[in-house]
């Protein structure tokens, strides 16, 4: 998503419950996208990555889903606990390219 | 599992000095990256390396330079500080150009 001024989208949840997180992407010619994650503190963390010849990829308790049609990519976090609190990040990169762009993220916050 | 070690987690300068950001990465990856972080503004690339003593701009080289002598260390200069360049620094590599970088914990740079 995109942010305003200083501020994070944000995120509020429920213990137990599924996030979805989204991001919106403007290069039609990227192939590869991640999402990361960021606690506070810290440097970003690899969670799951898909290929632009996927619509779909499942990790532990995360599933990527990607629409290249309308430039769309969403992170789901199955039963989301506390420690999934943080900022998430999508980055996306072009065939070849080294560069990857990232967004401007999204707080997600878990409440007990 | 691989590790991205910044010499710094945090450093405090004055302006005018001339700064150095370390950076060692333990996976003999061949790329390595520098980002800054910035609220509002996300993650931006200065500059990255695909190997040794090669060196390409990012988005934001201006006030910067880099250093790649070994493969496994990237450095960051900044020639000469200034308070615009406060900021969290984050290094970064990746096996591939096709695979996920990973991050170290990040400098948080304060020029004062």
């Known amino acids: 998503g995109e942010s305003v001024g200083l501020h994070l989208p944000t995120l509020s949840v429920q213990e137990g419950d599924n996030s979805i997180i989204n991001c919106a992407y403007s290069?039609?010619?990227?192939?590869?996208f991640i999402w990361y994650k960021q606690e506070s503190g810290k440097g970003p963390q690899f969670i799951i990555d898909?290929?632009?010849?996927?619509d779909k990829r499942q990790g532990q308790r995360v599933t990527v889903l990607l629409n290249k049609t309308v430039k769309h990519l969403s992170l789901q976090i199955a039963a989301t606990q506390p420690g999934d609190s943080a900022v998430y990040f999508c980055?996306?990169?072009?065939?070849?390219?080294?560069?990857?762009?990232f967004g401007k993220g999204t707080l997600l916050t878990v409440n007990p | 599992d691989v590790k991205v070690t910044q010499s710094s987690r945090y450093l405090v300068k004055r302006t005018g000095e001339k700064v150095f950001l370390e950076c060692v990465q333990d996976?003999?990856?061949?790329?390595m990256f520098w980002y800054r972080q910035d609220p509002g503004l996300g993650l931006r690339l200065i500059y990255f390396?695909?190997?040794?003593?090669?060196?390409e701009k990012g988005d934001i080289p201006e006030g910067y330079s880099v250093s790649r002598e070994k493969k496994e260390r990237f450095s960051l200069i900044l020639e000469s500080a200034s308070t615009n360049q406060t900021s969290m620094y984050l290094c970064?590599?990746?096996?591939?150009?096709?695979?996920?970088?990973?991050f170290g914990q990040g400098t948080r740079l304060t020029v004062v």
């Open positions: 290069n039609s010619a990227s192939d590869y």
């Open positions: 390396s695909y190997d040794v003593k090669m060196k």
């Open positions: 996976m003999d990856h061949e790329n």
């Open positions: 970064a590599s990746s096996y591939r150009v096709d695979t996920e970088a990973f």
């Open positions: 980055a996306e990169k072009g065939w070849r390219n080294y560069k990857l762009t």
């Open positions: 898909i290929r632009s010849n996927m």
